[in-house]
């Protein structure tokens, strides 16, 4: 195999999956964070919960949020909010969305190459749709 088929292997592979990748990409960033479950006051948009159970359980569905079940000992204090990651771990969040970024802007560049530099402009672009649209037909069947 030469280079130039790796090459144009590599370009169709990748317009077949970009929109599952940009998929991942945005759902996860918004998971390392939990903009997906309701803490506190914080009620999440009803489709980032939607979208976080495609991207976890690979179902179009809203979860229940059952309250937590009271504690045996009534005396003891309620959890304090001051329960906030260590400095590490903030960190590798901020790395990690710092990588879901730009995951999306490569793939973002990576899609503009394989339907700019190719000749075979239908192939690329019924690769991309079908991309896009295999997961979403098996999603709601």
């Known amino acids: 195999m030469n ?19 940009l998929f991942f990409a945005l759902t996860g960033g918004i998971q390392i964070y939990d903009l997906h ?4 006051s914080y009620k999440p948009l009803a489709i980032l919960e939607k ?8 179902v179009f569905a809203r979860h229940e949020h059952n309250e937590p ?11 304090d909010d001051d329960d906030k990651p260590s400095v590490p771990t903030q960190l590798l969040k901020a790395f990690f969305l710092l990588v879901a970024v730009s ?4 793939t973002g560049f990576g899609l503009w190459m394989g339907l700019t530099h190719t ?15 295999i997961p979403l037909i098996l999603l709601v069947a």
């Open 3 to 21: 280079s130039i088929t790796i090459r144009q292997w590599h370009s169709y592979l990748g317009l077949f999956i970009a929109p599952s990748v």
């Open 69 to 79: 079940p009271p504690s045996a000992d009534s005396d003891a204090a309620p959890a």
């Open 119 to 133: 000749r075979r402009k239908r192939l690329a672009w019924g690769l991309l749709i079908a991309g896009a649209l």
């Open 103 to 106: 995951l999306v802007v490569s």
């Open 51 to 58: 979208l976080s159970s495609v991207h976890k359980d690979q």
């Open 37 to 40: 479950e309701a803490h506190g």
